[in-house]
């Protein structure tokens, strides 16, 4: 049996890793800034493919890299891409609700104005 404050100690960790893992899932959208681990993201170019017959994986393809990446899971490492992708997914977004609210004030503007006496 073990005692109780190293089972505490075994499920505060757990915790923080399954907290981790949550905190890198939602890290993956956009152009990431920080990994969740507090590490800096550098950008990282590949030096060998993945597979012969896959061309995203030939050797120049770019990634947003944690500078402590190791094999745990816990840091960031998302093709460059993507990033970019989803970065431009949601300036657009941001854009077309201020075109809309553009419109908007300038129909608001243009109308005449209607009072009651």
Not at 12 to 22: E, F, Q, T
């Amino acid at each position: 049996m073990t005692h109780p404050d190293e089972e505490y100690m075994q499920m505060k960790a757990s915790k923080n890793s399954i907290d981790m893992l949550g905190f890198l899932a939602d890290a993956h959208c956009g152009i990431p800034t920080r990994c969740p681990c507090r590490g800096r993201i550098i950008n990282d170019v590949s030096r060998d493919p993945k597979y012969p017959t896959d061309f995203d994986t030939l050797p120049g393809r770019k990634y947003f890299t944690c500078k402590k990446l190791e094999n745990d899971g816990f840091h960031f490492r998302q093709p460059w891409v993507f990033g970019v992708q989803e970065e431009v997914e949601m300036l657009r977004k941001r854009v077309d609700a201020m075109a809309a609210e553009i419109a908007e004030m300038k129909y608001k503007l243009t109308r005449p104005n209607h009072t009651t006496a």
